[in-house]
């Protein structure tokens, strides 16, 4: 038999064609008479526009066209959405300021640099308001989404009658996206309700669906091609008001359009990660047993969007704790609507559990590590059910053994390595592991390769790797000769890219139109092959590309010789996955371990991570290289959150002032140390039939408080604001 493909570490099959510059992606497609836009954004945080003097601008040379309220195509979607006024920022449908950087026209012209210079010449008055962008200062309008309920079990509050408790806040600053691939798309009407996009997208399917319903014309009449995303982390996994503003630009105009924004821009008008402050209390038993949790949650959303997400998620089952409550409110500022970012929620609140469970068990004098241990939830005291698959105490075990955890002096402030303090820390990460609902179509052509289709996304981990391995252990076909297409909103349905469930749902769908297509070349060979005549389809085994006979093993045909004797040049077969009643029977979550050395400076403040550890438990590893670097990247990122990254606002206006990679400090090679990745690799035996859950939300959730926890270990003072720079852990003191 042929080598298992699943688990191996094989190369990306799209690898060869990024790195020589052959992938194209939305911004490299230049279609016939191609037109570029430039954005004209407000530059005040609250109020209405006046008037807008576009005549200098559209005298310019080679513009086309400045499309703005005054002169935009309508929107039939916008009449429905008015019914809620909370349904986002309806672009261009009125003289209404809700943020600095909102657009309020779009240029359009014949090249790049004419389309920005005639920006400039665009003069918008503004009559302006008093905007609110501090959260501090707005904890008044802190209010509770309908969605988002109080939650209890057990006994509220119950923490307070527990004989050690601890009280402690944590705050988040906002977080940017920003990846290398600046968002954008090309837009153009074929005909007036016939609409082509070239996207960057989490999700083509999505993308096609929010169109349809804002302009109100039939589904298949979009086309979205997005087969390459240079990066998004949440940030593409909505249809932005910039591109709807494209979109009516190139409608208005009767030509292709083109736009992509700024790096000033990424800070503006496609999500971050919201700032949030927690306030967890919690207290336990003398022998370190969990008595209650109480965790309190608010966090930022523009005024004309209620976002949420799973911030005191993990609060509510991470540990067998009794008494359990949450709450969680938004307070609406002057600013854009937030988004799901890489670890959505969960890697806020893991921040701030992680954090207190930290400092509990050296109030408590146990072992960070054996305090966890001893609140392990065997069974998942939320739901009350079991878990599908849970192995957190063997990545405690796997991550602590590597990274020498019980040979370090516990004591806070008592290890120095080369004139620095030591530091050890470490946390814990869970975030649900889903299997949603996808089709894809499997064409085997008559030389014997495969073509798999299904209009998934690959936002960087290497989708389409993952989908060959799997193919090729369902069929036996050589993985050089399949290849898995995706990207297309012609291709069958499937999710977004995000919540990190798509090797779940769409190697579900890989696998089962494989096994259809075996089934369909059974039933050829039954009907028309002699050796196979009076065989049941139960006599036939599938193994290496070929057919067999269980009864004789040497009556074999190869899958392409099937095709041949009856003359096909092709056979295709479409199959729908999706899971059963798994999840009302189990709990399923992926888990993580994270531990993190670092070194302190008693000079200056500065942090350095030395070593760090992560442990998967995500069960069944389709791809050890591309998993693990799944792992490194969450690392990177949770760097990010630990030491560097923070939007911050000149609140006098209520605009960013470190909009640029300069200064929104993101971590580079030099920050990064090495890093450990271990997997538990085991199987969960109900989840799909790969037994692989997901991994690219636990590789960063929890980190931060690993290095905070670290930090604290190395030098006794506990950092509860992120980001950790040198002035707070040196603040109060000349000299740590």
Not at 145 to 156: F, H, L, Q
Not at 162 to 180: D, F, G, K, Q, R
Not at 302 to 320: H, L, N, Q, R
Not at 451 to 466: N, Y
Request: proline content about 6%; some cysteine; glycine content about 8%.
């Amino acid at each position: 038999m042929k080598k298992q493909q699943v688990g191996q570490s094989m190369d990306r099959v799209d690898g060869r064609l990024k790195v020589t510059g052959g992938a194209k992606y939305f911004a490299d497609h230049q279609l016939e008479d191609l037109l570029y836009a430039a954005l004209v954004c407000s530059p005040i945080s609250n109020g209405h526009i006046k008037s807008i003097d576009a005549t200098k601008a559209l005298r310019a040379p080679g513009v086309a066209d400045v499309v703005s309220h005054l002169n935009a195509p309508p929107v039939p979607g916008y009449k429905q959405e008015n019914k809620n006024p909370k349904q986002g920022l309806k672009i261009f449908n009125d003289d209404r300021i809700y943020s600095n950087g909102q657009p309020v026209a779009i240029v359009v012209a014949n090249t790049l640099e004419r389309a920005v210079h005639a920006a400039s010449l665009v003069q918008v008055l503004y009559s302006q308001e008093t905007h609110h962008t501090e959260m501090s200062n707005n904890m008044d309008k802190a209010f509770q989404n309908n969605g988002m309920k109080d939650y209890v079990r057990g006994e509220a509050d119950a923490w307070k009658k527990a004989p050690v408790t601890l009280e402690a806040e944590y705050t988040m600053p906002i977080e940017v996206h920003n990846p290398m691939e600046l968002a954008g798309i090309v837009a153009h009407w074929d005909t007036p309700d016939t609409l082509t996009l070239y996207a960057k997208t989490q999700g083509v399917k999505s993308v096609q669906q929010t169109l349809k319903e804002l302009f109100q014309i039939p589904e298949q009449n979009i086309t979205v091609h997005a087969p390459f995303v240079g990066g998004a982390f949440g940030m593409a996994l909505r249809v932005w008001p910039l591109e709807v503003a494209t979109i009516l630009a190139a409608k208005k105009i009767r030509k292709p359009v083109k736009l992509v924004i700024t790096r000033e821009q990424m800070f503006t008008l496609v999500g971050y990660r919201p700032q949030a402050t927690q306030k967890i209390s919690i207290g336990a038993t003398i022998d370190g047993k969990l008595t209650g949790i109480t965790h309190e949650a608010v966090a930022i959303t523009s005024p004309y969007e209620d976002f949420t997400e799973g911030i005191v998620g993990m609060s509510k089952f991470m540990y067998a704790c009794p008494n359990v409550n949450t709450k969680y409110q938004l307070v609406p500022l002057n600013i854009s609507t937030p988004v799901w970012m890489r670890g959505p929620g969960e890697a806020t609140g893991a921040f701030a559990l992680e954090s207190a469970m930290d400092e509990l068990a050296y109030k408590l004098h146990i072992d960070p590590l054996e305090f966890r241990i001893r609140n392990h939830a065997d069974t998942d005291p939320e739901k009350n059910l079991p878990y599908s698959s849970k192995y957190l105490k063997e990545a405690y075990q796997m991550g602590a053994e590597k990274i020498g955890w019980f040979q370090r002096n516990p004591e806070p402030r008592a290890m120095k390595e080369d004139d620095m303090l030591v530091g050890y820390g470490m946390s814990s990460g869970a975030f649900g592991a889903y299997r949603g609902k996808a089709t894809a179509n499997a064409i085997l052509k008559a030389d014997g390769s495969l073509v798999l289709r299904s209009a998934a996304a690959d936002i960087g981990p290497g989708t389409a790797t993952a989908m060959v391995q799997i193919a090729a252990d369902a069929t036996g076909i050589d993985p050089a000769k399949i290849t898995f297409l995706l990207g297309e909103s012609a291709y069958p349905e499937a999710p977004r890219q995000g919540g990190s469930s798509t090797v779940s749902t769409v190697g579900s769908v890989v696998n089962d139109v494989c096994k259809t297509l075996q089934q369909k070349l059974g039933e050829l060979a039954i009907n028309h092959l002699p050796a196979f005549k009076n065989a049941k389809p139960e006599d036939i085994i599938y193994e290496d590309g070929q057919l067999l006979l269980t009864s004789d093993r040497s009556v074999k045909i190869s899958y392409q010789e099937v095709l041949h004797q009856q003359s096909l040049p092709e056979l295709l077969v479409t199959t729908t996955s999706q899971s059963g009643d798994e999840r009302k029977k189990y709990s399923m979550y992926s888990f993580s371990v994270h531990f993190a050395k670092v070194h302190v400076h008693p000079a200056t403040g500065v942090v350095s991570i030395k070593h760090v550890v992560s442990v998967a438990d995500s069960g069944t590893i389709v791809n050890s290289k591309t998993a693990a670097s799944q792992m490194i990247g969450g690392v990177v990122g949770g760097i990010g959150m630990a030491l560097t990254e923070e939007a911050i606002m000149d609140h006098r206006f209520g605009r960013f002032v470190n909009n640029n990679y300069a200064d929104y400090h993101v971590p580079v090679n030099a920050d990064v140390p090495p890093t450990d990745v271990l997997f538990i690799n085991k199987k969960d035996p109900y989840i799909n039939p790969m037994g692989a859950k997901g991994m690219g939300e636990i590789a960063l959730i929890g980190f931060a408080a690993a290095v905070s926890n670290a930090v604290f270990h190395a030098t006794g003072k506990r950092i509860r604001d992120l980001p950790i720079t040198p002035d707070k852990v040196m603040q109060e003191k000349n000299e740590i």
